[in-house]
């Protein structure tokens, strides 16, 4: 049956959302496709999810913006995207002659600007938006909006009312208390949660000239394999609070990856820093659980689903 197999189709009690495969690119680490095109294996990808769009186009921050850490890399790119004028009149048309299916993540630093980007993407027939009120990069509104309950309903709810289509709102690992925010979204009437984005993070290099010591740092949000028992603890909580579907975000970098956050509620992942390291992960990892599934006789990803959940020692 093929890459049939691997179809997911997220469902929420008003709508669903149909994917290829449930391994997608996360936002700010798979641009638009066309940047990882000629390394991925293309019928394997189960959808991109956008850089982080923004009402008017930002250059984002100053100075540097990577460090490397142990297993991780912190960022403070501060949101550079071409803006949402931009992104209907020049990549849109490109995703859709390609066909590849997409996810359109958008950010804002105000009740309004969240409204207006939410009304003109359904105005553009945009399948499927991830709310992003959690970067921890810019100065202001984003993770504001994410850090307390009553806001972030208030939030959704105002998107909802402007928005048809599949609304996923992302959440952040910053955060006191998640399943709190985890309800909010639900019962703003959002369709899927998904978690998480960077964690704080500061990097230091020192250096020694044999008189003065020089410092370079970076403030950002931290990512990569480090994160994943974060993202691992986050994602078990949202499912213990909510029933919409969750799709997994931290450190995700091998099949057996996906399986254990699987295991702890996820019904779909995205990969972000991983594909800095290896640029066909995601298609990488789809082969790999259609073979793991051939082998072992699943008929498809749901029955992975259920089998996978049910393993408890
Ligand atoms: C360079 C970089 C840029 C990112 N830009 C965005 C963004 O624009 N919007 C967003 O919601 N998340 C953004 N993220 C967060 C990722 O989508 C993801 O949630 C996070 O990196 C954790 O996953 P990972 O450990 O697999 O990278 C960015 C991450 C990195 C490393």
Do not use: W
Request: aromatic share 8%.
């Amino acid at each position: 049956m093929g890459i049939e197999k691997l179809k997911t189709v997220l469902k929420s009690p008003n709508r669903s959302f149909e994917l290829k495969t449930p391994v997608l690119g996360a936002s700010g680490t798979y641009g638009y496709n066309n940047e990882f095109e000629d390394f991925i294996n293309i019928e394997y990808l189960g959808g991109v999810v956008t850089k982080g769009i923004t009402l008017e186009k930002r250059l984002g921050n100053k100075g540097d913006r990577i460090f490397e850490t142990t297993s991780g890399m912190i960022n403070r790119i501060g949101l550079e995207n071409v803006g949402i004028d931009c992104f209907i009149k020049e990549k849109l048309p490109v995703l859709k002659e390609k066909n590849i299916d997409f996810i359109l993540n958008m950010a804002g630093s105000s009740f309004e600007d969240y409204e207006k980007l939410a009304t003109i993407v359904n105005d553009n027939d945009i399948k499927a938006i991830e709310v992003n009120v959690s970067c921890p990069n810019v100065n202001s509104g984003c993770l504001e909006f994410g850090k307390n309950p009553k806001t972030l309903e208030e939030l959704v709810k105002k998107i909802r009312n402007n928005y048809d289509g599949f609304l996923i709102v992302k959440l952040s690992p910053n955060v006191s208390d998640i399943r709190s925010l985890a309800l909010a979204v639900q019962n703003a009437g959002a369709d899927c949660i998904s978690a998480i984005n960077t964690l704080h993070g500061l990097g230091i290099k020192l250096n020694y000239n044999g008189k003065t010591f020089t410092k370079k740092s970076v403030q950002g949000g931290l990512s990569g394999r480090c994160v994943k028992p974060v993202s691992l603890y986050y994602v078990n909580q949202i499912k213990n609070t909510v029933d919409i579907p969750i799709i997994a975000i931290g450190g995700i970098a091998t099949m057996n990856d996906v399986f254990e956050f699987i295991s702890v509620g996820a019904d779909a992942v995205q990969i972000g820093t991983e594909n800095f390291t290896n640029p066909s992960v995601i298609s990488d990892i789809a082969v790999n659980i259609e073979k793991f599934m051939d082998k072992n006789n699943f008929k498809d990803f749901e029955d992975l689903k259920c089998k996978i959940r049910l393993e408890e020692e």
